[in-house]
């Protein structure tokens, strides 16, 4: 075993959205930056290894408008450029350009933190470092730098140094949330395995193994849509672990999601129900997604009162706007619907004081760890979200080495500067920098486009589905003609619109 030290001025564990996107923020700061990933890819959930598709402001498309700048607008550009399939092996390679974009920041795969240095008292620790074991190298890494990022997700690295946290739902008292328990209690959102089929041009058989479930000894054939031809996220109900520990049963809630999987992989091919003849498993995922563990303490505790009443924090640094999306405890065996969803009237804030914690002077979060209560992280958990928190935390932790002050010592107009000048979308602040040549700059052009109308259209859009139809309209648009032809009798539905 090689014995190793990495010397940064900033620290960031856990390469999900939130990690990447505060890695690339600390760097382009002019930081140096460890970025620690305990897996091969990046992305966490995003990645090919768990699958899961990123979300974020524009909600289930009620935000139409609100869409993330900043880093996680440049990989969303990125990818649509270059992978409009969304293919997941194309978008790790996006995120991994990304990273490897930045000079400033040393990435370390493979490599699982799971020692903490902290000193201080309970209610002011510092920590001093953190060591991995980057496998597959037989190299001990011990980081050391003046801030630690922990966006690992389940929060393993706050965990250690002694910050502040809380697993589960608070009492409905406690943050005055009508959507909390009477009673608090140790119930999270469970874990998922997605899968994907594809169509083998050729008739396969399936011999389910033998730890395939008998799904119709279950809820799930009446409760749960099942097609054929669905992949990846169409079955993010599978699952399961919410009244375990999603950390400590993570192979025990593994075993019980392959055996689901495979056993309604058995129910398509094998009971006679489905047109599922060619079909064949192409990928089934190995590493559960994680939906919720650990969450932090810090300054201040979002809760459902700031989602819903869109609180306007002084020190806002991201924004949301998915609604807040829990599940039952019982997950895929549950007989009522796999989630339930509460919208804010559009998008909300999210303020600094819950990206920093409350006794760790040195230590800041970013993900689906921060400081929320369960019904807040039940929105703020989708991955663009995360990423934008990530931003904000990232942006804060460069600050910081550079000023020597520890977070909640921070200046948040000079942290709002710095992200704005990193073309974050901080809702309703504008910049104020005046370094700032935006503000001094002026657009003009050569014409201006007047009206919307479609005048030749060379090809017809067949209608087989719902199709939407965007229109970046004038706030006085009187009307709107849509030209449609039909072969024979039918109904057309039309909804519109206003997102203002
Ligand atoms: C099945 C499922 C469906 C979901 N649906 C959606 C959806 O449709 N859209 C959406 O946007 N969000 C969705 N979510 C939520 C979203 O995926 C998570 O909230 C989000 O991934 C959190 O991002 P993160 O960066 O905080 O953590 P993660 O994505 O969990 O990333 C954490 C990273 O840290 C690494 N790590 C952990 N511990 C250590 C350690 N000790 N040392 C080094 N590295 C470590 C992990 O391997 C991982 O790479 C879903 C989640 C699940 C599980």
Redesign the pocket.
């Known amino acids: 075993m090689r014995n190793e030290t990495a010397r940064h001025d900033v620290t960031v564990?856990?390469?999900?959205?939130?990690?990447v996107c505060a890695a690339i923020a600390a760097a382009r700061l002019g930081r140096s930056v460890a970025l620690?990933?305990?897996?091969p890819v990046l992305g966490?959930?995003?990645?090919s290894e768990?699958r899961?598709?990123?979300?974020?402001a524009t909600g289930h498309g009620k935000n139409h408008h609100a869409r993330e700048g900043g880093i996680m607008g440049e990989l969303l550009v990125e990818n649509q450029f270059r992978n409009p399939d969304g293919n997941p092996y194309y978008w790790d390679a996006v995120v991994l350009d990304a990273v490897r974009a930045e000079p400033g920041i040393t990435l370390y795969l493979n490599?699982?933190?799971?020692e903490v240095d902290a000193e201080g008292p309970d209610e002011a620790r510092r920590i001093t470092s953190v060591t991995?074991w980057m496998m597959g190298s037989e190299r001990r890494i011990r980081f050391e730098s003046s801030l630690f990022l922990d966006?690992?997700?389940?929060g393993?690295?706050g965990h250690l140094a002694g910050a502040r946290h809380r697993i589960g739902r608070e009492s409905r008292a406690e943050y005055d949330e009508a959507w909390a328990p009477e009673t608090a209690d140790d119930i999270t959102l469970g874990?998922?395995l997605?899968f994907y089929t594809k169509d083998a041009g050729h008739p396969v058989k399936f011999v389910p193994p033998n730890f395939a479930k008998d799904i119709t000894r279950t809820s799930i054939p009446q409760r749960r849509i099942i097609k054929a031809g669905d992949n990846g996220?169409a079955y993010?109900w599978i699952?399961f672990g919410g009244e375990l520990d999603t950390v400590h049963d993570n192979e025990r809630i593994r075993d019980e999601l392959w055996s689901v999987i495979h056993g309604i992989w058995d129910h398509i091919k094998n009971s006679g129900e489905f047109d599922a003849a060619n079909m064949t498993l192409e990928w089934v995922g190995s590493v559960p997604?994680?939906?919720e563990y650990r969450r932090f303490l810090g300054d201040y505790v979002l809760h459902q009162g700031d989602i819903l009443g869109q609180t306007e924090f002084a020190d806002r640094v991201a924004f949301g706007g998915w609604s807040i999306d829990l599940h039952p405890p019982q997950g895929m065996f549950a007989t009522e619907a796999g989630a339930r969803q509460l919208y804010a009237d559009g998008i909300y804030h999210i303020p600094y004081r819950s990206l920093y914690s409350v006794n760790t002077e040195n230590l800041l979060f970013?993900?689906?760890?921060i400081s929320a209560s369960h019904v807040a992280f039940g929105s703020t958990?989708?991955?663009?979200t995360?990423a934008t928190i990530g931003q904000a935390a990232g942006t804060a932790a460069a600050l910081c080495a550079t000023g020597n002050v520890t977070p909640r010592e921070l200046p948040v107009p000079e942290l709002h500067r710095a992200l704005l000048r990193q073309d974050a979308s901080l809702i309703g602040l504008a910049s104020t920098d005046p370094e700032d040549l935006a503000l001094r700059a002026r657009a003009t052009a050569s014409s201006t486009l007047t009206g919307l109308a479609v005048e030749d259209s060379d090809e017809l859009w067949p209608l087989a589905a719902d199709a939407g139809l965007v229109l970046p309209a004038d706030p006085d648009l009187s009307g709107v003609e849509l030209l449609v032809d039909a072969d024979r009798d039918t109904e057309i539905v039309i909804d519109l619109y206003d997102p203002a």
């Open positions: 564990v856990g390469g999900g959205l939130a990690g620690i990933n305990n897996r966490g959930n995003a990645s768990v899961v598709w990123v979300c974020g490599t699982d933190v799971r991995g966006c690992t997700g389940d393993l690295i874990s998922t997605l996220c993010w699952e997604g994680k939906r970013a993900g689906r760890n958990r989708v991955m663009a995360c």
